[in-house]
């Protein structure tokens, strides 16, 4: 008995190994370089292939052949879909496509979310401002003392020009930016992941941040710096506001997700639209880090208002223009052609 499944095994391989060769050859070149190096004749043959090695394995499994023989069908079966089905894109490609179409085609279809966090963001600001330069007792309530680092309600004129202005060592500037990247991206990653909860922390972190902002810029309108304080803050600002408010429109999206299902279950309502909402925020950390590097170096380094105004416009334009400019659309199943 194990003779005749030995021979069976045995004429079962013979018969249909050149096959399986053939097609490990087409896998291997395919690794090695890209699908773009096979022939015509050879893409149309590598999908009758992988159908026949499927075949194989049905036909090995079904009838008890030599167990190497059910292994190996089974691992070149494997490696086959992911080659023909997976994503043939190299490290490179990927990250070239990620810059070029997938994360600004991600804030393109997210226009309304990222709109509704800018408002609210600008909103919290707002208020801030007002209730401060109403009375200033309000500024303990939004910032901590120790994150104003004496820039405060009480603090004089010359102070806070010299803040703005001043000849600051330039020694610590790569590790203030290092902790500004660190405290921008924990607020970012907050307002995304806290979407699941149907938005409602998201929306009151936008807030709650805005209202820090507006306080700390109504600190210094009071002492008729408000045009100054500008400059300062814009040089870093744009990016980093930005940055804020796309990871806002990406926690409003899992929360739409959650809050309004539709048809689809909760949990495939999410995924639906975690994919989308996790290019956004890999993006975000990318413009946190500009913006770190800015606040931490050419704020400091730029005295000149208009320089630094122009700067932080210049920086807002081109997130737009990068952002909402026409592109192409892509289907994740797209190949390299």
Do not use: C
């Amino acid at each position: 008995m194990r003779s005749d499944i030995v021979l069976k095994s045995k004429r079962f391989r013979e018969e249909r190994q050149a096959d399986w060769k053939e097609m490990e050859r087409l896998l291997s070149r395919i690794e090695a370089s890209s699908v773009r190096g096979l022939s015509d004749e050879e893409l149309i043959a590598l999908p009758r292939m992988y159908r026949a090695t499927l075949s194989s394995l049905s036909v090995a499994r079904a009838t008890s052949l030599d167990q190497s023989v059910v292994s190996y069908l089974e691992s070149l079966s494997t490696r086959a879909y992911y080659v023909i089905y997976g994503s043939q894109k190299r490290l490179r490609d990927r990250i070239i496509s990620f810059f070029a179409r997938d994360w600004p085609l991600a804030v393109q279809s997210a226009w309304k979310d990222t709109l509704a966090s800018s408002l609210i963001f600008f909103l919290g600001g707002l208020v801030g401002f007002v209730l401060v330069a109403n009375n200033p007792d309000w500024f303990y309530a939004f910032m901590d003392e120790s994150m104003a680092s004496g820039r405060t309600p009480d603090a004089s004129e010359e102070f806070l020009r010299d803040t703005i202005y001043g000849d600051h060592d330039t020694g610590g500037l790569a590790a203030f930016a290092a902790y500004l990247f660190s405290n921008n991206s924990r607020v970012s990653i907050l307002a995304f992941a806290l979407g699941f909860a149907f938005a409602l922390p998201t929306v009151a972190l936008l807030l709650y941040n805005g209202l820090s902002i507006g306080a700390f810029i109504a600190v210094f309108t009071e002492k008729d710096l408000g045009f100054e304080i500008g400059g300062w803050l814009s040089i870093h600002g744009t990016t980093e506001l930005f940055a804020i408010a796309l990871a806002g429109a990406g926690g409003f999206m899992i929360g739409r997700a959650v809050a309004f299902p539709g048809d689809m279950s909760r949990m495939e309502s999410l995924r639906s639209k975690s994919e989308e909402a996790s290019i956004m925020l890999g993006g975000v950390v990318v413009m946190l880090l500009v913006a770190g590097l800015l606040e931490g170096f050419g704020r400091q380094l730029i005295q000149n208002d208009w320089v630094r105004y122009g700067i932080g416009g210049g920086m807002l334009l081109f997130w737009l223009l990068y952002f909402f400019l026409p592109r192409k659309s892509f289907h994740p199943l797209e190949e390299e052609s």
